[in-house]
Nanobody, 124 residues
């Protein structure tokens, strides 16, 4: 099972940028996707983005696709989430997530491994 450790959260102002990191260990040599979800207080966990390790193919949730960018550094076994033009509604705990194999849906219940989460707060 993959172990995930996030870093990079914090408090920023609206319009600022922030980059999250997720270091992965124990992953298999297939092409599973790794990505991000977020959960705001009182709301369900929401898919943000994911990337396939080898192909680099990316997918985004509709609310972030023009502002966020996911990338990976295969040599460091780390993925990144570059968040630009942040809005107060982006405030949430951001969780790194790994799926066990390619082709699984972008849903919370299809994820096999979770990180501990990192708080992102955007003030207006």
């Amino acid at each position: 099972q993959v172990q995930l450790v996030e870093s990079g959260g914090g408090l920023v102002q609206a319009g600022d940028s922030l980059r999250l990191s997720c270091a992965a260990s124990g992953r298999t040599f297939t092409n599973p996707p790794v990505g991000w979800f977020r959960q705001a207080p009182g709301k369900e966990r929401e898919f943000v983005a994911r990337i396939y390790w080898f192909s680099g193919t990316t997918y985004y949730g509709d609310s972030v696709k023009d502002r966020f960018a996911i990338s990976r550094d295969q040599g460091k076994d780390t993925i990144y989430l570059q968040m630009n033009s942040l809005k107060p509604e982006d405030t949430a705990v951001y969780y790194c997530a790994a799926w066990a194999r390619p082709g699984l849906p972008e849903t919370e219940d299809s994820v096999s491994s979770w990180g501990q989460g990192t708080q992102v707060t955007v003030s207006s």
